[in-house]
């Protein structure tokens, strides 16, 4: 039971250092519901980090994301995690490290559909390195931005049918991932170029972008519209606030929003004072 709480405190931490989006909604969430989202949160961050680090070489991206896909769907996943990333314990961020620790934190009833979610994910992000995120059409940005968010919606779906029997428009619950995700992919745009990568579809301007994103917020819109009150739709707005805003801080010319603007938003949300 100890080793239980303390992984709990260590993945609150690591949310704190890892997420200012994810990490105040999952961290006011109900016993149970908020183990099952860290869970997912972290074991999808963990292998986020391996698809984006600056240092790594393609290849063994690839064959780090194939082997965390392969190894989470065994039983026995320990020590082959251990052995998976042990030769690069100076390289990979704690969070990866640790992805033992996020998957030991997930209530047994549900841990299977986070495992499986996080494998798919996994090898979806392998397929995008060998490719070298050649994103050349609008339906190659959305077939990315599925791979890492859009099947995140899905899978939170999955979250709220297990917690309390809430069903959810799958279609609007993709959106909802892929909108956050466009808004990273604005967010990024000079930070991704430094190292090469575009995620804008070719002739794709900041125009288009923006126009891509807000139709997928739209969706996300009606998405949290359409849920009840309580821990699940406390969950989904404040991240769609912040997108919102930060979607609205980039189109005035900005990059991102700063924290006060950030901490402005939550508190917002929280006290009922912003409806989307």
């Excluded at 314990?89 to 030991?104: K, M």
């Excluded at 940005?141 to 899905?154: I, K, M, P, Q, S």
């Excluded at 739209?218 to 519209?225: G, K, V």
Aim: hydrophobic content about 40%; aromatic content about 8%.
């Amino acid at each position: 039971m100890n080793r239980t709480k303390d992984l709990t405190k260590d993945s609150m931490d690591m949310l704190a250092s890892t997420s200012r989006t994810f990490y105040i909604p999952i961290s006011r969430l109900v016993s149970g519901l908020k183990e099952a989202v860290a869970s997912a949160y972290l074991c999808m961050r963990a292998i986020d980090e391996i698809e984006d680090h600056p240092e790594l070489a393609s290849d063994l991206k690839v064959k780090l994301l194939l082997g965390v896909g392969r190894i989470l769907r065994e039983t026995e996943r320990e020590a082959q995690l251990q052995a998976l990333f042990a030769p690069y314990g100076d390289t990979l961020p704690e969070v990866t490290l640790r992805l033992n620790d996020w998957v030991a934190i997930c209530p047994k009833s549900i841990a299977d559909t986070v495992l499986q979610s996080t494998a798919v994910m996994s090898e979806g992000m392998a397929e995008w390195v060998e490719k070298r995120w050649a994103i050349r059409t609008e339906e190659d940005l959305d077939r990315y931005t599925y791979c890492v968010a859009g099947a995140v919606g899905e899978l939170l779906s999955d979250l709220w049918m297990w917690y309390d029997g809430t069903q959810t428009d799958r279609v609007k619950a993709v959106a909802f991932g892929r909108g956050l995700q466009a808004v990273n992919i604005l967010s990024n745009r000079m930070d991704d170029s430094t190292r090469g990568v575009s995620f804008f579809p070719e002739h794709w301007g900041m125009e288009e972008m923006i126009q891509y994103t807000r139709k997928n917020l739209q969706l996300a819109d009606e998405y949290i519209a359409d849920l009840k009150r309580g821990p699940v739709l406390n969950f989904c707005s404040i991240p769609l606030a912040l997108a919102h805003g930060t979607l609205k801080a980039i189109t005035a010319g900005k990059s991102k929003l700063n924290r006060a603007a950030v901490l402005e938003i939550v508190s917002r949300v929280v006290t009922g004072k912003i409806t989307l």
